[in-house]
């Protein structure tokens, strides 16, 4: 391993408070493509009797520097690759620092770059050195004004943070904008954007009666794909009122999309920069999911307005504290838009196929982690989506009356502060007087808790025991969690049986969501009292704790949740275990080299699933699902990968076979039923997902390829155009063939959709998928300086074409390897997200474990390798970092 500067690790056991604060910051950016100049005059002021000052700055070009107007010489500091150095008055002063910067061949995409001709900024989470000298960390705070300075003709916008408080010209060539924020701010909250850019312009009125300009920026040929993307800033703005009592703080609130972004989006103060995929969409190129998933975080990024902008982070460790509550925030805004039991099942089916590997894995951290090499490294799902998990803890434990309480007291009291995450438990527990102090666990302790459970009747005493045991992946010893379970006893036809305690406790209280049980010890045992008959247990409700459930039940107990529990995740739950036992006996059958089954218990559950003609259809997409090949691969610690896609793809025929005629019956139904316009709408949201479920399992048959290409002809709106596509893509056939060319023909030019095309190729599960995905990175269209193209094509080859990836001769690994060095050259921050697909090396049975481990080895062994892969790679292998 060959690296110029030895990677250095930050611990939080480290933190130390700023020495000095910078009350204020005057910047002035002359915009040029190679050559820009920042000037950054700073008002600072010594917080204790330190004259050391050291400022962060990398990749810039030092020009001028001078104290309190006086210009220093060489001697008078010190300058690294990453720090400026030097001495200063135990007084308030000023400093004025002068760099030159490179924004055209920035391809790391992080500080100032420009992309199809437009400057972009990102800064989180340590960007802003990348623009100008700094104390480029979350707790210092300052007032941002920014001069930006640009040609008239090649720049005409120019956007920064907070209100617009001068414009005009500078001189005949170019002009100027003087922006000044009113609120203090790190400067990961800094944003500027230029160029040639049009907008869409609404106004919305808040609760207090204010009137706030809202704009949408983006390049002129997009902007008929805008109008989603502002009705749902507004219901975000609405909903945000009327939930949380949080209203929009300034005069104006800007959203600008860009093509090359590493982020999906960012909610710098009043200019939110997004990812065009998270805003750009009307009825010909977006499908549902694009919708929802602009509407989630379009919500997301506006309600970072307080939960991460008014109250930010102390330090990066801290970084869940904005993260997981606004996750948790746009979550329930989801739920409240659409459908709340259809968006918990899908966040459920998110973190366990996705986060709860990540905790199983080399990379495995708390949601607060201890140390980093790179924070751009730990952006992940155990700090988002774990992290909302949390949340929930505290919603779920104190209502939503106690919840909304906590709120107040945490934005009333921190309000301009950086904070960490005992601070927002501390109002919690202050404004519900109880004490929270054990869910300080979740967040120090890396892995997804086992709660085991076991259960024991006794029918002369009527006594019933519920025992549980917490367990944590790979540890002895550990914290007890404090795993709140809602808990239901009911008869095999879905009738409530009574809940008593034999003995009365504080640990089983009835909630809003229906009776809670507080498991607070490693092991604890539960007597209930007063049953006529033993109870089927509904556990876990509405997924009330983020653990792996370990409870054994009778196929005909499950098959009773199924069909009757009033608990939508535990009908949906039920299903998924019969699939998931269904699954692991064919993997066995598989390894024992017996035939595969389809069990009655999993066949008479999904019967009654497409029988149910009062199921939610949305629910009901979801039932019919099979558990996905990472959540199946999840359940083994040595993964056989050819029985785990022996197995799913028996099952996807087997129930093909089974239910051909239910299927085709179900399918034409919803498809008469289908309005004749695109509509945004649970109800037609839902009939989509159930009919494109339907054809994804006729399709496994090769005679039913009609049907697809027929859906595909008539192209009645995206969703149904790529669910056509994608049901007939493990088909090498010519009418599959000819479908993705008449695609490609027609959307060639759209950036967006053809991303899709892209990902169609990579993720297609037929024999010589590697050579397809060699062939894409050659396409014209294909670009390595394109996050979304990379994310398209090796993010979709690596994680979700187990066939061409995980192809036996290791020859997948290999070529993934060297891509990820082929970016690592141009953008680290996507380079070391593709790792990612290398994590679970370890747990795969021989000969793959040893090619993967080797593919991991070429990354390590080569010089000049990125301290962003250095780390994934390094923790990957097992070694020291």
Request: glycine share 4%; aromatic share 10%; with cysteine.
């Amino acid at each position: 391993m060959t690296i110029t500067t030895q990677p250095m690790e930050k611990f939080l056991k480290d933190y130390q408070p700023p020495a000095f604060s910078i009350d204020a910051i005057d910047l002035t950016f002359e915009l040029q493509p190679e050559r820009t100049r920042v000037v950054n005059r700073m008002q600072i002021t010594p917080i204790g009797s330190e004259t050391k000052l050291v400022l962060d700055g990398e990749h810039l070009q030092l020009i001028l520097i001078s104290l309190n107007g006086k210009s220093l010489a060489s001697g008078e500091y010190q300058l690294t690759a990453t720090t400026l150095m030097l001495k200063v008055p135990c007084v308030a002063f000023e400093l004025e620092v002068v760099t030159e910067i490179n924004p055209q061949s920035n391809t790391r995409l992080e500080g100032l770059y420009r992309s199809s001709g437009n400057y972009c900024t990102q800064c989180e989470a340590e960007g802003f050195r990348s623009i100008t000298y700094f104390l480029d960390r979350p707790d210092v705070l300052s007032l941002f004004t920014t001069k930006v300075i640009a040609s008239k003709s090649e720049v005409p916008i120019l956007l920064s943070n907070g209100n617009l408080i001068e414009s005009g010209d500078y001189d005949a060539d170019n002009h100027y904008a003087i922006w000044q924020d009113p609120y203090k701010k790190p400067s990961y909250l800094f944003a500027l954007v230029a160029g040639t850019l049009d907008k869409i312009e609404d106004r919305y009125l808040t609760a207090d009666g204010r009137s706030v300009c809202l704009e949408i920026y983006v390049e002129p040929h997009n902007l008929d794909k805008c109008s989603h993307a502002m009705t749902s800033l507004k219901k975000a703005m609405r909903w945000d009122e009327e939930r949380f009592g949080l209203s929009y703080d300034l005069d104006r609130y800007m959203v600008v999309a860009v093509d090359d972004f590493n982020m999906g989006a960012m909610e710098n103060k009043g200019l939110n920069i997004f990812n065009s995929k998270f805003v750009l969409a009307n009825s010909n190129t977006a499908t549902d999911h694009d919708y929802e998933g602009i509407e989630a975080v379009i919500g997301h990024e506006y309600f970072h307005n307080w939960t991460g902008n008014r109250v930010t982070c102390r330090d990066w460790f801290q970084l869940t504290l904005k993260e997981g509550l606004t996750v948790f925030r746009d979550q329930e805004f989801s739920a409240d838009m659409l459908s709340p039991a259809v968006k918990r099942i899908e966040d459920v089916r998110q973190l366990r196929s996705y986060q709860f590997p990540e905790d199983t894995g080399p990379m495995a951290h708390p949601i607060q982690p201890q140390s980093y090499i790179e924070m751009n490294n730990f952006y992940t799902l155990t700090v988002y989506e774990k992290g909302a998990e949390i949340v929930r803890l505290y919603h779920t434990l104190l209502g939503e009356s106690g919840f909304q309480k906590g709120m107040d007291v945490y934005i009333d009291r921190f309000d301009g502060q950086a904070v960490t995450i005992e601070d927002f438990r501390h109002a919690m527990e202050e404004a519900n007087q109880q004490d929270l102090s054990q869910l300080q666990n979740w967040y120090v302790q890396a892995g997804t808790p086992c709660l085991k459970v076991r259960s024991e009747f006794d029918e002369a005493s009527c006594r019933f025991r519920l025992h549980f045991s917490q367990m944590l992946h790979n540890q002895q010893t550990h914290l007890p969690f404090l795993i709140p379970v809602l808990i239901r006893f009911m008869d095999e036809c879905g009738q409530d049986l009574p809940v008593e305690l034999d003995i009365a406790s504080d640990h089983l209280f009835l909630t809003e969501k229906g009776w809670l049980l507080k498991v607070t010890e490693l092991n604890q045992s539960f007597d209930f009292v007063g049953l006529s008959q033993e109870p089927i247990v509904s556990l876990l409700r509405h997924f009330s704790a983020p653990v792996q459930l370990d409870f054994p039940q009778s196929a005909e107990s499950t098959i009773a949740l199924a069909s009757f529990d009033n608990d939508p995740f535990v009908r949906w739950e039920s299903i998924q275990t019969l699939a998931m036992a269904n699954l692991k006996y064919c993997i066995e059958c598989y390894e024992e080299n017996r035939s595969m089954v389809f069990t009655t218990a999993y066949q008479t559950a999904f019967l009654q699933v497409i029988q149910d003609a009062s199921m939610d259809k949305a629910l009901k997409s979801l039932a019919l699902a099979l558990p996905e090949l990472s959540y199946l691969a999840e359940q083994y610690t040595c993964k056989n990968i050819d029985a785990i896609l022996a197995a799913h793809n028996f099952l996807k025929v087997a129930i093909a076979d089974a239910f051909e005629v239910e299927l085709k019956q179900l399918y034409f139904q919803l498809q008469d039923q289908q309005a004749p316009d695109y509509q945004y709408s649970a109800t037609e949201i839902a009939n989509r997902k159930l009919k494109n479920i339907c054809l994804k399992y006729l399709l496994h048959h090769s005679h039913n390829l009609d049907i697809a290409v027929e859906q595909y002809q008539k192209g009645h709106n995206m969703t149904d155009v790529l669910a056509a596509l994608d049901a007939m893509n493990w088909h090498t056939s010519g009418a599959r063939n000819a479908c993705l060319e008449d695609f490609y023909h027609h959307w060639h030019e759209d950036q967006l959709v053809l991303d899709k095309w892209f990902a169609l190729h990579a993720s297609a599960p037929i024999e010589n998928s590697l050579e397809v995905v060699k062939k894409l990175i050659q396409e014209p269209k294909f670009s390595y300086k394109n996050p979304n193209r990379v994310r398209s094509v090796l993010g979709v080859f690596g994680r979700q074409n187990w066939v061409g990836f995980h192809h036996a001769s290791g020859e997948g690994y290999i070529f993934y390897a060297e891509q990820v060095l082929v970016v690592d050259a141009i953008n680290p921050q996507i380079a070391a997200r593709l790792v990612g697909a290398f994590s679970a090396w370890r747990s795969l049975a021989e000969p793959r474990k040893t090619q993967m481990n080797q593919a991991l080895h070429h990354i390590l062994d080569t010089p000049d390798l990125s301290k962003d892969v250095y780390e994934i790679v390094s923790k990957t292998l097992g070694r020291s970092v």
